[in-house]
């Protein structure tokens, strides 16, 4: 007896990540992994967590902490996040918060807000992994987001009613992106929100990496500029996915929406029927904890992964071989590889793992269409400098190696 | 500009629910309210959750606590759940238990996991009111599951087969379910469980109140029955929703599934997909506190609710005019009352706010067809004794008031 025969026809579209099998490799000790997205677990405020926690389950306070509460979210976590808002340009109040289990859940709950199947959702060429699997359970179809605005409206809104949909959204990371760990100027920002104009659809703005800028002058969010032409945000297209998860803790599962009160609306209901509320301790220890020095933190854990950031820049130009490039991100955590044509990502990692004991995730698995596969991502948040600069001496004899002919894909 | 427009076509069907609206009312300190499906919070155990999360916060635990971790969910809690399910008679181990964010999260994601736009969910009439929204973003047919066997599954199977799809699941709470307080008879489970054999289609059990009984002989669970059956978990077509809401803390948000592996396979890629994973620290906080005593607190809420329930029974027998009759539960947190044919629950919460200010969920909200409105919800888990005697009087005379034509329908 096997259930499988009864399944919903999108469990044919969810299969199982390389990141998730790659994760199980980081448990040995020997192999330097550059394959996880995670945060150093050295920067956690652990001991404001601590005295946080200790506190909501004190004094009166532990029955509301421990109790159900509003879908919504906690108030003045809502409230802070509002604020947080107002100082990226977006004048908005509590009304257009929306607190999610992460910014994971935020990409869920507007896939199932916005899809159904046959209706396209644009997004990069390479783009977020996690972003292709939460969509994929709306059975959308996928077409290519360019910044540069190489294609017309005209031409999106034709491939689209080829497929039997239309577009409903435009997805995309414009701060040091996972996977390229590349920033959208200005003018790509305003490309894509002309777009989105031109063809009436929704943007969702994935900012989960955009506190962490090492140099170079922020960009306003997508949402702000969008604002600043519109002047409320009641009348914006693009919806804004923020997350403490780079900032203060993944695993208290913390995110947010921004957005105007009629997308505000309708995912307070999806999140009623999804799973009620995300914890309510969790949210009120993040906003006591991010109420306090929030700031000071992040200018803490920019100077952390800057020196990392470095340190891998500058051990990929001594390491690496002719006709691999790689980007330069301006924050985040990950750097990109190009290889030369023909060379093959997945390949390279089993040969990499064996060889050399270094893990990294292969391109193939950002794309919506498997393309890509001469290329990588390489995570610089969770390993030290001595094994970025260890690690990335193993991956420069590896791919040395092979493109002297000692593995051919 | 509005974005309604793009919404997916399911979206139509998610509305705010009565029982979120009413929720609202609780913050009236006049009003009395048995419309809450909430615990009593006096019964959380804060202390121990205090213990615990210090302890995963310090001494070198704090890295992992605040970390990403596996979509499955933690080890030991799994562990543990795997360990508490052997004790209700399935033999299996953690690869059949998969994490979720209270069970909830379990209903929506086995909707997702079975349903395709119309195919068929079998529900109690009425049934958990969170089910039938959690179910609804699929987009099913729904029709009415009858522990009785009155129906043939070929009668089903025509029904499904005329709606265009088939029949995926039955979904059932067999123990003091929420409306209804009613427990099912080992003969009825027996029913169901034949009825699903006979359709080829899954169970569901939602065993949120199952640890609450306060008296009688516990009845096995659906998924004990079969797996007395056929001797082998993988073998089973009934999905188990567990929840420690009812038992440890709902403002946690920490429930589990389970379930053969066919099944925790692909809710593993749902959960990657839809949130990654439940907060690693709640699971660590809930599996150590899980630990030490489970079986002493279940002692201690039973004895406390058990007496909030004798009191709502005797308040009712006291109270209730003729022509009212209800439920008299062996477990849960609920009381359901059958009004005289043409009174409408609706209507008489109205009425009963405004000249009583006591508050209730009327009962259409319960049915997947609206019907069912000469009935209320009544919960006694949330108010205290003196509240429940007051609030059954002030009922009683809102009943008597309107049965005696102060109040039409």
């Given at each position: 007896m096997s259930l499988d025969q009864f399944f919903a026809t999108r469990i044919s579209r969810m299969i199982a990540s390389e990141i998730r099998e790659l994760l199980?490799?980081?448990?040995?000790?020997d192999v330097i992994s550059f394959a996880g997205g995670i945060p150093d677990p050295a920067m956690f405020p652990a001991a404001a967590f601590r005295d946080a926690m200790t506190r909501a389950l004190s004094d009166g306070q532990q029955a509301q902490s421990l109790q159900y509460s509003t879908s919504e979210g906690y108030p003045p976590l809502r409230r802070w996040i509002a604020d947080h808002m107002r100082g990226l340009g977006i004048d908005c109040d509590e009304d257009n918060i929306q607190i999610t289990s992460g910014s994971q859940q935020a990409l869920d709950y507007l896939g199932k807000l916005f899809l159904s199947p046959c209706d396209t959702a644009l997004v990069g060429w390479p783009t977020y992994l996690g972003a292709l699997g939460a969509f994929n359970a709306y059975e959308p179809e996928f077409d290519r987001l360019d910044p540069?605005?190489?294609?017309s409206a005209n031409d999106f809104r034709a491939q689209a009613e080829a497929k039997g949909g239309r577009v409903k959204f435009a997805y995309l990371?414009?701060?040091?992106?996972?996977?390229?760990?590349v920033t959208l100027t200005r003018t790509e920002r305003e490309n894509i929100l002309q777009l989105a104009e031109d063809l009436d659809c929704a943007v969702i703005e994935d900012?989960?990496?955009?506190?962490?800028?090492?140099?170079g002058e922020p960009v306003p969010p997508i949402l702000a500029l969008e604002y600043a032409r519109k002047g409320d945000i009641e009348a914006c297209r693009t919806i804004y996915c923020g997350s403490f998860s780079k900032t203060l803790s993944p695993g208290l599962r913390v995110g947010w929406v921004c957005a105007a009160r009629s997308v505000i609306d309708r995912l307070v209901l999806l999140k009623q029927a999804g799973d009620l509320h995300t914890p309510t301790l969790n949210q009120v220890a993040i906003a006591e904890v991010a109420a306090n020095g929030f700031d000071d933190h992040i200018a803490a854990l920019c100077r952390h992964y800057s020196h990392r950031r470095d340190r891998m820049l500058a051990a990929l130009e001594r390491h690496m071989p002719p006709g691999v490039s790689w980007t330069r991100p301006e924050g985040g955590m990950f750097v990109w590889l190009t290889l030369p044509k023909g060379m093959d990502g997945a390949d390279l990692l089993q040969h990499a793992l064996k060889t050399e004991r270094v893990a990294f995730v292969p391109g193939a698995a950002f794309y919506a269409d498997g393309s890509g596969r001469n290329s990588m991502r390489l995570n610089f948040s969770s390993p030290d400098p001595m094994q970025i600069e260890e690690g990335i001496t193993r991956l420069g004899r590896v791919l040395r190696d092979c493109s002297t002919g000692g593995q051919s894909s």
């Amino acid at each position: 007896m096997s259930l499988d025969q009864f399944f919903a026809t999108r469990i044919s579209r969810m299969i199982a990540s390389e990141i998730r099998e790659l994760l199980k490799l980081l448990d040995q000790p020997d192999v330097i992994s550059f394959a996880g997205g995670i945060p150093d677990p050295a920067m956690f405020p652990a001991a404001a967590f601590r005295d946080a926690m200790t506190r909501a389950l004190s004094d009166g306070q532990q029955a509301q902490s421990l109790q159900y509460s509003t879908s919504e979210g906690y108030p003045p976590l809502r409230r802070w996040i509002a604020d947080h808002m107002r100082g990226l340009g977006i004048d908005c109040d509590e009304d257009n918060i929306q607190i999610t289990s992460g910014s994971q859940q935020a990409l869920d709950y507007l896939g199932k807000l916005f899809l159904s199947p046959c209706d396209t959702a644009l997004v990069g060429w390479p783009t977020y992994l996690g972003a292709l699997g939460a969509f994929n359970a709306y059975e959308p179809e996928f077409d290519r987001l360019d910044p540069n605005g190489n294609r017309s409206a005209n031409d999106f809104r034709a491939q689209a009613e080829a497929k039997g949909g239309r577009v409903k959204f435009a997805y995309l990371s414009p701060d040091f992106a996972n996977p390229t760990g590349v920033t959208l100027t200005r003018t790509e920002r305003e490309n894509i929100l002309q777009l989105a104009e031109d063809l009436d659809c929704a943007v969702i703005e994935d900012a989960a990496y955009q506190s962490l800028r090492y140099e170079g002058e922020p960009v306003p969010p997508i949402l702000a500029l969008e604002y600043a032409r519109k002047g409320d945000i009641e009348a914006c297209r693009t919806i804004y996915c923020g997350s403490f998860s780079k900032t203060l803790s993944p695993g208290l599962r913390v995110g947010w929406v921004c957005a105007a009160r009629s997308v505000i609306d309708r995912l307070v209901l999806l999140k009623q029927a999804g799973d009620l509320h995300t914890p309510t301790l969790n949210q009120v220890a993040i906003a006591e904890v991010a109420a306090n020095g929030f700031d000071d933190h992040i200018a803490a854990l920019c100077r952390h992964y800057s020196h990392r950031r470095d340190r891998m820049l500058a051990a990929l130009e001594r390491h690496m071989p002719p006709g691999v490039s790689w980007t330069r991100p301006e924050g985040g955590m990950f750097v990109w590889l190009t290889l030369p044509k023909g060379m093959d990502g997945a390949d390279l990692l089993q040969h990499a793992l064996k060889t050399e004991r270094v893990a990294f995730v292969p391109g193939a698995a950002f794309y919506a269409d498997g393309s890509g596969r001469n290329s990588m991502r390489l995570n610089f948040s969770s390993p030290d400098p001595m094994q970025i600069e260890e690690g990335i001496t193993r991956l420069g004899r590896v791919l040395r190696d092979c493109s002297t002919g000692g593995q051919s894909s």
